[in-house]
Every structure is written in C-alpha cells, then in structure tokens.
C-alpha cells in the first residue's frame, strides 16, 4: 500500500522559514519523481515543486522559486521541503504526492498517482 505522511507544517511570521517532510513507502522510492503542491483558501491547487529520487532533478513553480529547496534522502525515504524566506501568500495546505510529472511543463500528479494527508502552513504578516 502506497503512503506519503507529511508533517512539517505550522504558524510562522513573513520572513520565516519551515521545512516540510513527506515520508513515503509502499513503492520503490526511486521509481517515482515526488512533488509538493499547495490549496490555498479560494484557489486551485498549485503544483510547487518535485524531485527526481533517481538524479536529483528538480523544479520549482516561479512563485517559489529562490526561497524553496526540495531535496531527498533515499536512505529514509523521505523527501523534504526547505521554505526560507515565507511570505503571507505561501499560506496553504501543503500536499506531497507521486509520482507527478512535468512534461506539460507544470507538475502535474500522474494519472492513479497517490496524495498524501495535507499539513497546514501558515504565514502571518
């Protein structure tokens, strides 16, 4: 059975930092590129930023770009969301699932792909 368990998430001032985990099993953990997505209250889910496990690849959306950095650890099957530099517009439930894509040229979660359970992330002003 596929899982993705995120945690991380919490209450912060702009300008602060949080850094999310989603541990996953059920799947050879390489196989799969793992992404982060975030739903804002109001708004669509946004794709934010995923990891190839195999190479180490990466991508981010603009809006994070610079002030995000996802990384992996294969050992633990664990990959993390470093978020440096949070502004109130990064407020979000934050999601982790695979595998994802970015063939479209944004991070999609692949057809009978897996999400994991939300953690809030919370930017105040």
């Known amino acids: 059975e596929v899982q993705l368990q995120a945690s991380g998430g919490g209450l912060v001032q702009a300008g602060g930092s949080l850094r999310l985990s989603c541990a996953a099993s059920?799947?050879?953990?390489?196989?799969?590129?793992i992404g982060w997505f975030r739903q804002a209250p109001g708004k669509e889910r946004e794709g934010v930023s995923c990891?190839?496990?195999?190479?180490?690849?990466?991508y981010y959306a603009d809006s994070v770009k610079g002030r995000f950095t996802i990384s992996s650890d294969n050992a633990k099957n664990t990959v993390y969301l470093q978020m440096n530099s949070l502004k109130p517009e990064d407020t979000a439930v934050y999601y982790c699932?695979?595998?994802?894509?970015?063939?479209?040229?944004?991070?999609?979660?692949?057809?009978?792909?897996?999400w994991g359970q939300g953690t809030q992330v919370t930017v105040s002003s």
């Open positions: 699932a695979a595998p994802v894509s970015t063939h479209s040229r944004t991070l999609e979660i692949l057809p009978r792909g897996f």
């Open positions: 990891i190839a496990t195999s190479d180490g690849s990466t």
């Open positions: 059920g799947f050879t953990f390489i196989d799969w590129m």
